[in-house]
C-alpha cells in the first residue's frame, strides 16, 4: 500500500486540501494512506492559526486524511527551508510513507528538482552569498544564483516550499518519491472567490461571519464547529504585544533567525509600535521582510531560541487518526526513527530537549487560548491534557 505524507497547515482545511488529497489517491490507488504533518498553533507567516491544532487536525481526518501530526512550534514559524527540513524530516522517520506529495502551481516535478539540485551546489550557495553582500533579500539573492546558473527560479509560494522539501528529501537521503499535484483556483493569499479559493479568503469570510460551506467539506466543517474556535487574532495580538514589550533586547537577539543587528530595530519598534503588523512595518527593511520580522516578533514572545530547529523535531506527536491512522500507528511504532507520543506527559521520558520543544509550543497553545470565545476552553496547560482525536 502506498502512504502519502503530505506537510500542511490546513489554515483551515479546504476544497484545494480535498482535491490534493484526491489526486494522491487518483494516481497511487483508491486504497493509498495519507499521513499529514500539519503545524501547530502558530503559522509560517508569523500569526496564530484561526483554529485550534487538534480542530484542524480533527477537520482533515473528516476531510480525508488517516493521520496527522503535529509539526513542532520552532520548525511552524521558520522560514521555509526550516519549516521544510524539519516537516519532510517526520515524514522520513515515520518509517511508514512512500511518497512525498504537495500542490504546486507549476506541477512540473522535473523543472522543481532540477531547482532544487541547483540549490545544493555549492557553487550556487556561494553566489546566493555573494549578492547578499549586496545588501539584497535572501529571495532576491537565490533568484539571482539559480539565473546565473541559468536554472529557473520559482517564484510561486507552492513552487518555493516545493523545492525546499525536495532539498530536504535530498539532503537526508529519504526513500520518499516526489509526487507534486499542480494547484488548481485563486492563486495564494487571493482574495477573490473561487472553486477552489485561498485560505486566507476563507480565514477573512469566518472572521466576519460569513458562510464558507461552498468550500470546505461538510465534514471538515462540521469538525471545526465542533471544537472551541475561532481564535480570536486581536486578542491573542494584544496577548502577544504586551509580553513583548516587557522583554529586554537580549530576548530578540536570541530568537531564532536574528542577524546583523536586527535585533534592535524589532526591539525598538516592538516597544513603540500599537500593532503586531505595524512592528512588521517599522522593522521590515528590503533586505529583512515583513515575514522575518513577524516571525523574530514572535519568536521572542514565544521564547525560541535560534538552535531550537537546528536538527529533526525529537518526535512525532500524533493529533488525530482514523481507523486506518490507527493501523499506521501501529506499523510507526515498530519502525519509526523517532518516538511516537500519544499521551503528553510520557514526553518527559525523552529527554530534556524534546521536554523544551513540547513545552514551548504547550505555551503557545496555552496563549492561542486566550483568543478563545469560551471562558473555559482559555484554561491553561491544554496542551499538557489533550490526547489524540480518533474516529472510527
Known amino acids: 500500500m502506498n502512504i502519502c505524507g503530505i506537510v500542511c497547515e490546513y489554515n483551515p482545511f479546504h476544497s484545494g486540501h480535498r482535491h490534493l488529497i484526491d489526486e494522491c489517491r487518483r494516481a497511487l490507488g483508491a486504497d493509498s494512506a495519507v499521513l499529514c504533518v500539519m503545524s501547530g498553533d502558530f503559522v509560517q507567516r508569523g500569526e496564530s492559526a484561526l483554529f485550534p491544532k487538534h480542530d484542524r487536525a480533527r477537520a482533515a481526518v473528516a476531510g480525508g486524511a488517516d493521520l496527522v501530526l503535529e509539526l513542532p512550534l520552532p520548525w511552524c514559524m521558520a522560514p521555509a527551508e526550516t519549516f521544510a527540513r524539519g516537516a519532510v524530516g517526520m515524514l522520513g522517520a515515520s518509517g511508514v510513507v512512500t511518497h512525498l506529495c504537495f500542490g ?23 553566489r546566493i552569498r555573494s549578492e547578499l553582500e549586496t545588501g539584497c533579500s535572501y529571495a532576491a539573492a537565490r533568484q539571482r544564483a539559480l539565473e546565473a546558473a541559468g536554472c529557473a527560479a520559482p517564484t510561486q509560494p507552492n513552487d518555493i516550499l516545493a523545492v525546499e522539501y525536495l532539498k530536504a528529501l535530498e539532503l537526508q537521503a529519504l526513500p520518499l518519491a516526489p509526487f507534486a499535484v499542480a494547484r488548481r483556483g485563486a492563486r495564494h493569499d487571493a482574495p477573490e472567490e473561487d472553486a477552489f479559493p485561498s485560505a486566507s479568503f476563507l480565514r477573512a469570510r469566518l472572521r466576519a461571519g460569513e458562510s464558507v460551506d461552498r468550500w470546505v467539506p461538510e465534514a471538515a466543517l462540521a469538525a471545526l464547529r465542533s471544537g472551541d474556535g475561532p481564535v480570536d487574532a486581536g486578542a491573542v495580538e494584544t496577548a502577544l504585544l504586551s509580553r513583548l514589550r516587557f522583554l529586554p533586547e537580549a530576548a530578540f537577539a536570541a530568537a531564532p533567525d536574528v542577524s546583523e543587528g536586527l535585533e534592535k530595530r524589532v526591539f525598538a519598534a516592538a516597544h513603540t509600535e500599537p500593532t503586531l503588523e505595524a512592528v512588521a512595518a517599522a522593522a521590515s527593511t528590503k533586505r529583512y521582510p515583513r515575514a522575518r520580522i513577524r516571525r523574530i516578533a514572535l519568536g521572542a514572545a514565544l521564547g525560541l531560541r535560534a538552535d531550537d530547529s537546528a536538527q529533526t523535531p525529537p518526535y512525532l506527536r500524533v493529533l488525530a487518526a482514523n481507523a486506518r491512522g490507527l493501523s499506521l500507528l501501529r506499523e510507526m511504532e515498530a519502525r519509526a526513527a523517532l518516538p511516537v507520543l500519544t499521551k503528553p506527559a510520557h514526553v518527559r521520558r525523552l529527554g530534556a530537549r524534546a521536554e523544551r520543544i513540547f513545552s514551548l509550543g504547550a505555551a503557545a497553545a496555552d496563549l492561542c487560548a486566550l483568543g478563545l470565545d469560551d471562558p473555559a476552553a482559555r484554561r491553561g496547560d491544554r496542551d499538557w491534557r489533550a490526547g489524540p482525536s480518533l474516529a472510527e
Request: net charge negative; no cysteine.
Open 104 to 126: 504546486s502551481e507549476s506541477g512540473d516535478l522535473p523543472l522543481l528538482r532540477e531547482t532544487a539540485r541547483t540549490l545544493l551546489r555549492p557553487e550556487t550557495d556561494a
